[in-house]
């Protein structure tokens, strides 16, 4: 695969007005999601699921990709056409989260890293063959009072660079997502200083495994007090900080950054990245990769009654993945 490809590739995925849904959950995490509305975690309850978000009509218009967990690549509609099909119908790539989740840090209490570089190739290049045209690895970071360690963010990097390398070698657009949690107390300043050498680090260790960075894209998490620390901030305040962390430490190379919501709601998701987008020009597209911000409002009506309801959820998720793409665009009129 030409360096080329890939980066027409990364290109599409950040196309003006287009952003990437996330719906790659782990069985037990999709479970959990269920757990909140009532629908039992079941292998059948998760594909008709998966069915209800990548069949909604339109949904091509504002999503340009969206990342699978390998069980869903792997599944198929009700009328027998595979997902990673159903969606080349629509106009939107298929991608795959392929870490295998987070682990402690030995020595490191309350650190983690993310695990799944052993027989990466072989899933990456099946993964391919399936038709994954880009894939996730998501590094977490969790900032406590002696948290992170320089050794965490080091050991994430290099997992993150490893692993772009090697997606790049089968042909996938690497998505690299070093998230910073926003649990905890801290104020909007730390998560600044945090996010930011964080990226450092990740740039250095992309750089040295010899990434692509004209065929790489950044997930990134905005820049937050922490959901338990008294002092929220302001939208603009959100935004500028986000900005100035992102211009100092990821290259202008870039082709794009598109944001995860990490728990955020659906409307300051959108608001935030809106207003980033209403202070461009910037080096770089920045648009959304949302899970939680495009999918909760919708799951919570499908559950209520999943056998009738596919078509309500469908409604409520393009309404989101419309807000998100006019929010990509800076021109978010507050509806959806
Ligand atoms: P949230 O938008 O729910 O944070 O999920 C995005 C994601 O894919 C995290 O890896």
New binding site residues.
């Given amino acids: 695969m030409s360096i080329e490809d890939l980066a027409q590739t990364a290109q599409a995925l950040v196309a003006a007005g287009k952003g990437i849904i996330?719906l790659?959950e782990s069985p037990a995490t999709l479970g959990k999601r269920f757990e909140a509305v009532g629908v039992a975690n079941s292998g059948d309850n998760r594909r008709a699921w998966r069915e209800v978000v990548l069949t909604t009509p339109g949904l091509g218009e504002y999503i340009s990709g969206a990342?699978l967990h390998e069980e869903t690549l792997r599944q198929s509609s009700a009328d027998g056409v595979s997902f990673a099909q159903v969606l080349a119908g629509a106009g939107i790539l298929p991608g795959i989260k392929v870490d295998t989740g987070t682990h402690p840090l030995a020595g490191f209490p309350g650190e983690t890293v993310t695990e799944g570089l052993d027989g990466l190739r072989g899933r990456l290049k099946e993964a391919y063959r399936l038709g994954a045209r880009f894939a996730?690895w998501?590094a977490v970071i969790r900032i406590g009072e002696d948290t992170p360690s320089g050794t965490c963010i080091d050991a994430n990097a290099h997992a993150l660079a490893r692993y772009a390398a090697l997606c790049q070698e089968q042909g996938l657009v690497p998505i690299v997502?070093p998230?910073v949690l926003m649990d905890g107390d801290h104020d909007i300043e730390s998560c600044y200083e945090v996010t930011e050498i964080t990226l450092r680090g990740l740039f250095d260790a992309l750089y040295n495994q010899q990434v692509m960075f004209e065929g790489t894209i950044l997930?990134a998490s905005m820049v937050l007090p922490g959901s338990d620390c008294a002092e929220q901030a302001e939208v603009d305040e959100v935004a500028e900080a986000t900005l100035m962390c992102l211009r100092s430490a990821v290259p202008a190379i870039l082709p794009g950054i598109v944001f995860?919501?990490?728990?955020q709601s659906d409307e300051d998701?959108t608001a935030h990245l809106d207003a980033m987008n209403r202070l461009r020009p910037h080096p770089w597209p920045l648009s959304f990769?949302?899970?939680?911000?495009?999918q909760q409002a919708a799951l919570k009506v499908w559950a209520g009654n999943p056998a009738g309801q596919a078509g309500k959820a469908q409604e409520i998720l393009l309404g989101r993945a419309r807000a998100n793409s006019l929010a990509a665009l800076g021109e978010w009129d507050g509806q959806g």
């Fill in positions: 996330a790659d990342i996730k998501r997502e998230e997930k995860l919501s990490g728990g998701a990769s949302y899970g939680r911000a495009m």
